[in-house]
């Protein structure tokens, strides 16, 4: 069965620092990523998509990917505590029926301020 | 323009009963996704339609189910609920099916809870 995989965290930081966030993924023939971030209680939203090797920056954000060895990866530059948040990575993946898009369990990521 | 809504947003039901949950999808978009999420198996693939067929399924027994109408709602159904159903689900859309392009936008989900 296809996954995305992503450490559990928590992912602890003070505010300012440089998040981290990483996801692999086993599914060869993908070639859609997004990170979601979903704060509790409520549903995720879309914050970063990426589709070619190399690195995708919006903001404070930067997503990395390589296909290459299955991973990708979020930056989250001077983090703020309104960072706080659980972050989803999505895989579009192949299975019998087609392409789905597949998450990961998610990074619970801590600023503290 | 409106998003992805959701209803009921909380749902109470026992032991054996069924449920049926409703989503419409932003004005435009012709995918709708179903996800199940739990805090042990975080977020599940249900099934996803797409101009009303049902074009890929998670793994998930049989009774779970859902529909696609011309408008582009989609209800899913579980039947025959068992205390492990309890959990928040989920329902995104967009334009196109299979997360090949811009992502899925999520609608605020339905809590059910069975007793």
């Known amino acids: 069965q296809k996954e995305v995989e992503q450490n559990s965290g928590p992912l602890s930081v003070p505010e300012g620092a440089i998040a981290s966030l990483n996801c692999t993924y086993s599914?060869?023939?993908?070639?859609?990523f997004f990170w979601y971030r979903q704060y509790s209680g409520k549903s995720p939203e879309l914050i970063m998509s990426?589709?070619?090797?190399g690195d995708k920056e919006d903001g404070r954000f930067t997503a990395q990917l390589n296909k290459a060895s299955q991973y990708v990866s979020l930056l989250i530059r001077d983090s703020q505590p309104s960072d706080s948040a659980t972050y989803l990575c999505?895989?579009?993946?192949?299975?019998?029926?087609?392409?789905?898009?597949?998450f990961g369990k998610g990074t619970t990521l801590s600023v503290s301020s | 323009k409106a998003g992805v809504t959701q209803t009921p947003r909380y749902l109470i039901k026992t032991r054996g009963q069924q449920v049926t949950l409703s989503c419409s999808p932003i004005?435009?978009?012709?995918?709708v996704s179903w996800y199940q999420q739990t805090p042990g198996q975080g977020l599940q693939f249900l099934f996803e339609?797409?101009?009303?067929?049902?074009?890929n399924k998670g793994n998930f027994p049989g009774r779970f189910s859902g529909r696609q109408f011309s408008n582009s709602r989609s209800e899913m159904n579980v039947s025959t609920l068992e205390l492990g159903d309890s959990a928040l689900y989920l329902c995104?859309?967009?334009?196109?099916?299979?997360?090949?392009?811009?992502?899925?936008?999520f609608g605020s989900g339905t809590r059910l809870t069975v007793v």
């Open positions: 999505a895989v579009n993946t192949l299975n019998q029926a087609g392409t789905a898009l597949i």
């Open positions: 599914d060869r023939v993908s070639q859609s």
């Open positions: 990426i589709y070619s090797n």
């Open positions: 004005s435009g978009h012709r995918s």
């Open positions: 339609y797409f101009s009303e067929t049902q074009r």
């Open positions: 995104a859309s967009n334009f196109l099916p299979g997360g090949t392009d811009y992502g899925y936008t």
